[in-house]
Structure formats: C-alpha cells, structure tokens
C-alpha cells in the first residue's frame, strides 16, 4: 500500500513535512496550495512554498514531494504547473477540495465542484503543459453539497488526462463531520474509474486503514489532521506499529522547537506549536493538561522550557 502526507494549509509546511517524513515511510508528500490567479509566479514563491524543490524535489528522508496548485484559470494554472515541473517538483497536484470561504468566493478550491466542465479545461492545460512522464493529479471532494456529483467530477477529471485523483470522501457542505464519511462512493467509483483512487478522510490508526482500503477497493491513503494527532500514523497504518508514546512525542515536540526556531517561521512558533497540541489532544490526553501549562506564553523560551519539563517528569517515571 501507498500512504500519503496530504496538505494542510498553515499546518502541513515544510518542516512539518521534514520531521514527520524522517520519522514516517510515507511514500509523498503534497504541499500546501500555491494560490494562481493571473499571471506566472515568480520562482521565490514556489521556494518558499516548498523548499525541497533545492533539493531535487524531496525531503532530506528522500520523499519525494508534489507541488499542490490552486486557481480557476486554466492557461496561469498552466504556466505555473510547467514552472513547478521544470524547478523540480514531483509531478503537479490540482486543488479542487479546499472549503475555505477567502478560496471559494473567488472560484478556487472546492467551488469548482459545481463546475466538471472548468475541472476538465484546468486539468487538461496542466496536463498538456507538463511533460508526459511527469504525473498530474487531482484533490476533490465527492461534490459540493450532494456526493452523488463525484461520476461526473471523476469523469471529468479522468477524460482530462489526470494520472490519479485523491478524493476525500465528503462533500463541501459536510466540512469534516466524522459522521459524513462516505467511503463506499469511493468503491463505487474504483469499478468505474481506469486511473488510481487515492482515499483520504477518517483514517486515524491501523484498523481505518484497513476498513478504509477494503470499502474503497483502493491501496491508496492519504493522510492529513490524523498526521499531526499520532505523528506516527503513516507507520501504523502501512505497517501496523505501536502509536508513539507521549515521551516519544514529547521529544519530538522539542526537535519541532528545533526546525522552528532555526527556520524563516521561529516568529510564529508559539501559534504552531499550540496549533499542533490542538490535534495531538485527541490522542494523547497529557496533552490537554499541559496545553494548559503553554497557551498562555506568547514567546519561544518560556514554551521550550514546559516541554522540556513534561519531558524530565516523562523520563523521571520510566523504570530503570
């Protein structure tokens, strides 16, 4: 089976994508969204975004990574998939799933749902554009508010010359309610599809995974907010490993800190890492108690150093 680290937008960045591919066999990594909207970007923008492409478009763990585009604009969606293409990046992705309103109301992302015909003319530009042996591929969602959309979405996804799609198994309107999964859609579409299905959605251990994959007939996953509650979810799924204890992650809270500082975002730390305890929560209770102990500091230091005292009590408990 394949795993893939999907994007998230001002989550899933490139040291995030560093650290969880040096722990992690993931078989990709997609980035965050380059937005397009009339003209050709400079090559800084997709640097920035992605600074793997420097290094032959992979993590330093030698994953290889896929720039992610997001536009309305078939010919400027071109021009930039072919600059992505010849600066390095591992294939180009097309983003037809983000439900964020700023995207949507300017018909990016998942608005274009309601459009297959304009998901056709997009996908069909990147693919002329970008050289053969060099994948193109597509995010959806099942549609905009009824997933019976997703024949017609796929379709023209597929009659476009996309080499695979990745569908999160919901629609705009059901946001990410875990109630609104709708893997067996994806079933359907695998009897109905010639190009590979990446499912993605409501895959948070090893036993998902498997029901997932067994629903959607795919050997596929992607994985996105399950990557930042269980750090190390890609080798649970794939190879069914223990979930990392909370000493583990401690420690790798503290590399976090690390990458953070040192790279061109150490202003930001204190909201990332507290962003990252929003979803380790979910799996790691200590994590709720010490969330408590850091919201309050709005400076690096002070953060560093509850984490490196959860981390000395942690150790203080483990047997001899």
Known sequence: ??????????????????????????????????????????????????????????????????VQLLGQDPHWMAENAYRAHQLGSAGVDINFGCPA?????????????????????????VRDAVHPTKPVTAKVRLGWDDPTHCFEIADAVQQAGADEIAIHART????????????????????????????NGEVWNYQDGQRCMATTQTDALMVCRGALNLPNLCNVVKHNDRHMTW???????????????????????????????????????QAKALFVDIRSHKKAAPIIEVLQRAQDSEQLKQPN
């Open 172 to 199: 705009k309107v059901d946001g990410y309610k875990a109630d609104t999964i709708k893997w067996d859609y994806l079933g359907q579409l695998r009897q109905h599809l010639r190009m590979p299905i990446i499912a």
């Open 247 to 285: 000493t583990e992650v401690l420690t790798l809270l503290l590399k976090y800190s690390e990458y953070e500082i040192k790279g061109d975002k150490g202003l930001y730390y204190p909201n990332r890492v507290k962003q990252w305890f929003a979803y380790l929560r979910h799996e790691y209770p």
């Open 1 to 66: 089976m394949r795993v893939i680290l999907g994007p998230m937008e001002g989550v899933l960045d490139h040291l995030m994508r560093e650290m969880l591919t040096d722990i992690n066999d993931y078989d990709l990594c997609v980035t965050e969204f380059v937005r397009i909207v009339d003209q050709l970007l400079p090559k800084s923008v997709f640097h920035r975004l992605c600074p793997e492409l420097q290094q032959g478009g992979k993590t330093k763990a030698g994953t290889p990574v896929r």
């Open 101 to 125: 309103k700023s995207v949507n109301k300017s018909r990016g992302g998942a608005v274009l749902l309601k459009d297959p015909e304009q998901i056709y003319q997009i996908v069909k530009s």
